[in-house]
């Protein structure tokens, strides 16, 4: 059975940090592109941060570049989200998603359950 379990969420305070995680299993992890969406209550689900399968490229929503920051250890099967200075709006499910990018995984994606993270005074 695929999983992915993200773990890190948790209530913060505006300007604090979080290190969310994400642990996958079942498929070739260092074969799939990664990334992190999120979804606020009453918003569409936002792509938050992508990391191709080697680690060698990143790119961020513009609401988090230069706060944020997508990392993977293809030898742990994990990939992280790095969040500092949180804001508010921040606040929403964050989400860990695979894609494969090999001819035999192409068009094969898999979504995690989701972590809250609220940032609050």
């Known amino acids: 059975q695929v999983q992915l379990v993200e773990s890190g969420g948790g209530l913060v305070q505006p300007g604090g940090s979080l290190r969310l995680s994400c642990a996958a299993s079942g498929f070739t992890f260092s074969t799939y592109a990664m990334s992190w969406y999120r979804q606020a209550p009453g918003k569409e689900r936002e792509l938050v941060a992508g990391i191709t399968s080697a680690g060698g490229s990143t790119n961020y929503a513009d609401s988090v570049k230069g706060r944020f920051t997508i990392s993977r250890d293809n030898t742990k099967n994990t990939v992280y989200l790095q969040m500092n200075s949180l804001k508010p709006e921040d606040t929403a499910v964050y989400l860990c998603?695979?894609?494969?990018?090999?001819?035999?995984?192409?068009?094969?994606?898999?979504w995690g359950k989701g972590t809250l993270v609220t940032v609050s005074s």
């Open positions: 998603y695979a894609e494969g990018t090999t001819w035999s995984t192409l068009y094969k994606v898999y």
